[in-house]
């Protein structure tokens, strides 16, 4: 269900006298939606009566580049659609990002950057598991909001010792729980293979994976972010005899480990964490990667991956439809893609946790809200956020998926679970149905 809308109130010209009159208009701070207060001129760093700056980091060069340096400019386009309806509380949202390369030392240099030249509000959704661990401190002691970090590594949820980050997507050790317990339940004579990323994303996932399979992995290999030969991966698991391999592993690597694996006439049945298994993405990398020689995005075809989002191959969905209109209408270059809609999706999460913090938000006042609002957050995720004053984790589950050409067919419903030890169970809630303009409306507190 998503949440209540009314209609928008027309902008109106105050005197600068007139301290009693309407909240200025836009998305949230409305009189009809418990919005109370005019928004006031500067209520913390990064924000005006006109302007909130958001900034973010993204691979848009390197290694990674491919699909991850899409995002940001989904996030553009929604937030685009945003200020064309008014903004937040009558402000404008300021989108800055900046290309880190997938460098952790790049990551540093453009975050610092942001932090202190273009003093932000709130960093959301910089990317990947190496390069945001890199400024995690930095920006929690400079007291920055670091919101729905585009990773799942554990390390997003630690408030007690980084309480101004939050995770967004379902964490690698919740996805290889219930990706890992699907094999285990459908492949029980299966002698498993984990490709893993030789940081926190395989360490995350190798930990989920083992709760269910450990009895069944015959080989663990793990490569090194920027080295492109996995010959050697490969080649162990071929030697151990692994029939079933799990990748948790970043695009490039997805098409890397399957050139490979042709290279050798390896053919076991292979799974991939959500993050590397985009059919379009892989079969472009695959081309590139091998000169041309495979152009072939059917080498996904039987794939078993994970999905916590609606993507480009459901257009039936109302996500999907809302926005391939925001992108229509406020995008860019290029078609939609399931990287622009992830993007997207963060974009709209934001500005749910801005309307939440109220007319004079503060840095402090949006990561309260977030912990308030908590599990309420409605969007187009498919299993509830897990923010609390406790918890600062993401999505909180996936339903296990397979690729079948350029779409994917549903191989469970969706199912949640949280670390550890944590049972899985079905998630039964109905899905979430997006607001006519395409914009959330939250009350905020008090």
């Known amino acids: 269900m998503g949440f209540g809308r009314h209609r928008r109130l027309a902008a109106v010209a105050l005197a600068a006298a007139a301290v009693m009159a309407l909240s200025a208009c836009g998305a949230g701070g409305r009189p009809d939606s418990g919005g109370s207060g005019q928004a006031g001129a500067s209520s913390d760093v990064g924000i005006t009566a006109e302007t909130v700056k958001v900034g973010a980091h993204f691979p848009l060069t390197g290694v990674a580049a491919p699909g991850y340096s899409e995002i ?43 932090v202190l030249q273009d003093q932000i509000f709130a960093m959301l959704g910089g990317l990947g598991t190496p390069t945001h661990s890199a400024v995690l401190d930095h ?42 317990r699907y094999v285990a339940q459908n492949f029980p004579n299966a002698k498993v293979g984990l490709f893993l990323q030789d940081d926190d994303l395989g360490r995350d996932a190798e930990k989920g994976a083992r709760r269910y399979l450990d009895a069944q992995i015959v080989s663990a290999q793990r490569y090194t972010p920027g080295n492109t030969d996995v010959a050697p991966q490969i080649a162990a698991l071929q030697a151990a005899g692994a029939d079933f391999v799990i990748g948790f592993n970043v695009p490039s690597y997805t ?14 049945q292979w799974a991939y964490s959500n993050i590397g298994s985009d059919p379009a993405l892989v079969g472009s990398l695959l081309a590139r990667f091998s000169e041309g020689a495979v152009t072939d995005a059917g080498l996904l075809d039987g794939v078993i991956t994970t999905e916590y989002l609606a993507g480009v191959d459901r257009p039936e969905d109302p996500w999907t439809q809302l926005f391939s209109k925001v992108w229509d209408e406020h995008g860019g270059e290029g078609d939609l ?3 622009r809609i992830y993007g997207m999706s963060e974009a709209y999460a934001f500005v749910q946790a801005l309307q939440a913090a109220g007319p004079n938000p503060t840095r402090q ?11 309420g957050l409605q969007g187009p995720w498919l299993a509830p956020f897990r923010y609390s004053a406790d918890r600062h984790a993401g999505i909180s589950g996936v339903k296990v998926t397979r690729i079948s050409g350029q779409t994917t067919e549903d191989l469970t419903p969706v199912q949640t679970t949280d670390n550890g030890d944590a049972p899985i169970s079905t998630h039964t809630a109905p899905e979430s149905i997006p607001p006519a303009d395409g914009i959330p409306d939250v009350a905020p507190a008090g």
């Open 255 to 268: 098409a890397l480990s399957q050139l490979q694996s042709l290279r050798l006439n390896y053919r076991p």
């Open 72 to 114: 940001p400019t989904g996030t553009k386009a929604y937030f685009d659609h945003v200020n064309a309806n008014g903004g937040v509380d009558g402000r404008r949202i300021e989108y800055i990002f900046r290309d880190d390369a997938y460098n952790p030392t790049q990551t540093s240099q453009v975050v610092n950057e942001l």
């Open 365 to 375: 006042g949006i990561v309260d809200a977030v912990e308030r609002v908590g599990t």
């Open 337 to 339: 893609t399931n990287f």
């Open 139 to 180: 920006l929690n002691a400079e007291g920055v909001p670091d919101l729905f970090v585009s990773s799942g590594s554990l390390l997003w949820d630690q408030p007690e010792r980084n309480p101004m980050t939050f995770g967004w997507q379902p964490d690698y050790e919740v996805e290889a729980k219930i990706l890992s």
